[in-house]
Every structure is written in C-alpha cells, then in structure tokens.
C-alpha cells in the first residue's frame, strides 16, 4: 500500500472554528488531492497540488483552502467551518502524469462540524 | 466536461452469483476509466484501470471490466461472488494527469 496518511483520522468541532487536516505521503509524488465523500454524491474534487507551491481549485472549493510547503504534506483548512462541510475527506497521491494516472488513497478523516 | 453515470445505486446478489456493475461515461477523448471498491469505513481500492488496448481488462480479486467506445461503458463484472465482495464500487474517468470524475457510486450487498 501506498504510504499515505492523514491526521486527524476523526474530528469533532463548532461551527466558526478553523480547521486543518493533514495529509503526508513517504512515496514523493508530485501530484496530491483533496476529496469529500458525501453519501449519494460519490467523491468531488476540493484541491489539487502539482507540486510545491502549485495547487488549483478542483470542483467543489469554496470554503476550503490549501498549502502545499513540502512535497510530503498537502494541508486542507476550513477557514470558518460549517454544517455543510460535514463529510469525509480523503486524500490521494498519483504516481505519474502519464498514461492513465493512478491515484492512492489515504484512509480519510471524518469531520463533523456541530 | 467528462462525467461518470452509475446507474444503480444499491445491487443485491446471492454469492455465488455472477455480477455486473454499470458504468457508462461522457468525455470526448479516449479515457482513462478506473474502477475502485471502498469497504466499510475503509479509503479506496483500485480494482483495475484501462486507458488503451485490450477492451477486456483484468484486475484485482477476479474482477474484470470490458470498455465499450460503442455505448460508452465501462462495466464491471465477476463470475462468482463472495460475501466479502460486499462494499461500495466507484467508477472513476481521469484525464492527462489531474483529477478523477468520480460516480456516485454503487453498494453492493451479498446474501448467503
């Protein structure tokens, strides 16, 4: 498997308050996302990184954002969290750019904002 | 922009059973086409994957998947099932190098 981890594995906090969840990976791939697994919604893109510094919006942004200073953590925040972001987030590590890039998983981070 | 249908959110077979999974596509390019499982409170799984060749793609756990340019499908199959196939399945449609369309993905449930 993939050495990816993420930390915190579970979260509990009020809405209004600031929070980060991390992700490291060992592997040193360049690319790292963030997902949102909400039930009868799949997985949708947050943000992505392609390297140190570089990231972009994925399809569901707003709310979030990202930093990437190194390229074994990838840090997802919520500046003032909400009911709405209530979720599972996962992220995930590709391994190449080339022919059909395949994504790792990490074992995700339940949040719950009350 | 690409995008992934699932059509059947929960499926119900008995093990033993075969299983066929559907997935069908939208993207004008050849895709990438991925399948994944996610057990119960687990993180994602690639089960197999496709992006040129052989329509017929072999995976993980006696999966298979068969891409279909004709009807844009990429359905998954397995000639027997066991109860510990039971999870969810996520379709997946990935480009040059970014992110992957997700589906909403399909729970399976195995009865004895």
């Known amino acids: 498997d993939a050495g990816i981890t993420q930390s915190p594995r579970h979260k509990v906090t009020e809405t209004g308050t600031p929070v980060t969840l991390r992700c490291h990976q060992t592997?040193?791939?360049?690319?790292m996302y963030w997902y949102r697994q909400d039930p009868g919604h799949g997985l949708r893109l947050i943000h992505y990184?392609?390297?140190?510094?570089?990231?972009d919006k994925g399809e569901v942004s707003d709310g979030y954002s990202v930093s990437r200073s190194k390229t074994e953590d990838f840090l997802l925040t919520l500046e003032s969290a909400t009911s709405s972001q209530t979720s599972v987030y996962f992220c995930?590590?590709?391994?190449?750019?080339?022919?059909?890039?395949?994504?790792?998983f990490g074992p995700g981070t339940r949040l719950t904002v009350l | 922009a690409q995008s992934v249908t699932q059509p059947d959110i929960h499926i119900t077979v008995s093990e033993g059973a075969s299983l066929e999974l559907r997935c069908n596509y939208s993207?004008?390019?050849?895709?990438?086409l991925f399948w994944y499982v996610q057990s119960p409170g687990q993180g994602l799984q690639l089960l197999l994957k496709?992006?040129?060749?052989?329509?017929l793609v072999q995976g993980i756990k006696g999966f298979e998947a068969e891409f279909k340019r004709s009807q844009s499908s990429f359905n998954l199959r397995k000639p027997s099932v066991h109860w510990s196939d039971a999870a969810e399945y996520f379709c997946?449609?990935?480009?040059?190098?970014?992110?992957?369309?997700f589906g909403k993905g399909t729970s399976l449930l195995v009865t004895p």
């Open positions: 990184s392609y390297g140190v510094k570089d990231t």
């Open positions: 993207y004008g390019a050849t895709p990438y």
């Open positions: 995930a590590i590709s391994e190449s750019t080339g022919l059909a890039p395949r994504q790792f």
């Open positions: 592997e040193n791939h360049r690319y």
């Open positions: 496709y992006f040129s060749g052989d329509t």
């Open positions: 997946a449609v990935g480009d040059s190098g970014y992110a992957l369309n």
